[in-house]
């Protein structure tokens, strides 16, 4: 699947669901769980040291059902690690050319995370397929509606504090995407509840 293609795909899902655990033991199920629901972008972070373990397993045993990236890279090294391991698309959270960089050179998707004016002026310039809003809810709707007065042609997808009943009014503030974390994957990994509110989360982004 071409970068086109991914992107395509997120704009018409409007959904990534982040798997952030403290223990990774249960990660293909949780995956699975989402996937079932409805999800098909699936965010696996590595900032723990069994996070590259972790998407590896989940895209392995998703691949043919959910397109699989690499959350909160930080170091140019980690991008291949992570394309390594099977990820699609890589999302940071802040703006680092060199990752940016790294993420074209191994052909995958790029979210860098952005919250001023002219972080997200450096994140479109160095080439972000979706400039990921973070923390949207520090600003709130209104900080994404000012930003795009500026920058109009930017995908934005707000990240922190997106939930299943709010993520309409963020689509309609003009988001490409959203993506949720906690409010769906809890970070004990528990799955009590969690088709129940994925499906919730699906449906809410699908308006």
Known sequence: MTIAE???????????AIIRLHDHSGVVKIAETLISAGVEYLEVTIERATGLDALQRVAHACATTATVGAGTVVRPEDVARAADSGARFIVTPNVNP???????DQGL??????????EVAVAAQCGAHFVKLF???????????ALRGPFPHV???PTGGVTSDNAPEWLDAGAAAVAMGSNLVPGNGSLDGMYERTRRAVVASAR
Do not use: N
Not at 109 to 118: E, N, Q, V
């Open 6 to 16: 991914l992107a395509s795909g997120l704009e018409r899902v409007r959904l990534v």
């Open 98 to 104: 060199d990752v940016i960089a790294a993420a074209h």
């Open 109 to 118: 998707m790029i979210l860098p995370g952005a919250f001023t004016p002219s």
């Open 135 to 145: 923390p949207a809810s520090t600003g709130g709707l209104g900080h994404l509606t």
């Open 155 to 157: 995908k934005f997808v």
